[in-house]
């Protein structure tokens, strides 16, 4: 009996264990409802909206033409140059020699991250292109046309996707603060360059930009590519991405 109650003193409520785990796990679900819900949110909203009306919202003219207002010579090439830059085939050089170092590095879960998140994109960007149908803006003859459909933006997508990667690769450093800085001016100014040549309208821009956050913030969740090393205490190396984390090796012990 004495055995009993001691057990049942030291078994926390159900109620306890909520509370000490909100507490212990604040930061993340702040970041899944901030990075991944909300953008979500925000998605699908758009997506309906633009279902049942094509022209979009009100306030798709109006930005875009406050933006075409500020056309020069100067800001033509400017954003042409930034047009062929966040290319998504643009893109894939540059993931692709990252995805060689992390290889020859033997970082699979960074690896892991990188082609999941980058197939991804593609394949979400493409898909709710061909759902969705919505032609681009013709308010006026672009200097880099599009043929394409116009929602989400395959460059705003393609920026969010690049700098996501590089901030989680670089999650454990010092540097990924000049990630994330210069990382956020690339993401608006690519933004921008899309409205400025009028191929899409703001809301096609911002589809993108919440369809991706959700995504590879979302996937960072599951593979974890931030956890690169486990700190060793007994002053032996450091174990390294191959290693599984704690709650990995015991998911696969219970199967």
Same mark, same amino acid.
């Given at each position: 009996m004495e055995k009993v109650k001691?057990?049942? %003193?030291e078994s926390p409520s159900p109620l306890s264990f909520? %509370?000490?785990?909100l507490i212990a796990r604040w930061r993340s679900l702040l970041l899944l409802l901030i990075g991944v819900y909300l953008p979500?949110?925000?998605f699908e909203i758009l997506i309906v909206k633009i279902w049942e009306n094509k022209a979009g919202f009100p306030w798709d003219v109006p930005i875009l033409l406050a933006v075409h207002s500020t056309a020069n010579p100067q800001l033509d090439v400017l954003a042409v140059a930034l047009a062929k830059i966040g290319e998504p085939w643009t893109a894939v050089p540059i993931l692709g020699a990252i995805a060689l170092i992390l290889l020859l590095q033997k970082r699979w879960r960074s690896l892991a991250y990188l082609l999941t998140v980058s197939a991804g994109s593609v394949i979400i960007n493409r898909t709710a292109k061909e759902l969705m149908h919505r032609v681009r803006p013709q308010l006026w003859q672009s200097i880099a046309p599009e043929s394409s459909f116009a929602f989400p933006s395959g460059h705003a997508m393609t920026s969010i996707t690049v700098v996501a990667i590089l901030l989680f690769l670089t999650w454990d450093s010092s540097r990924r603060w000049l990630v994330l800085i210069f990382g956020s001016l690339y993401v608006i100014a690519i933004g921008w360059c899309r409205l400025y040549l009028g191929v899409h #309208? /703001? +809301?096609d821009v911002l589809a993108g930009l919440m369809v991706a956050?959700?995504?590879?913030?979302g996937? +960072? #969740?599951i593979i974890k590519p931030y956890r690169t090393i486990a700190k060793s205490v007994d002053g032996d190396r450091p174990e390294d991405e191959t290693t599984l984390l /704690? !709650? !990995?090796?015991e998911l696969i012990n219970k199967e």
């Open positions: 001691k057990a049942n %003193k909520i %509370k000490n785990l979500l949110q925000v #309208f /703001p +809301s956050l959700s995504w590879t913030i996937v +960072s #969740f /704690p !709650e !990995e090796r």
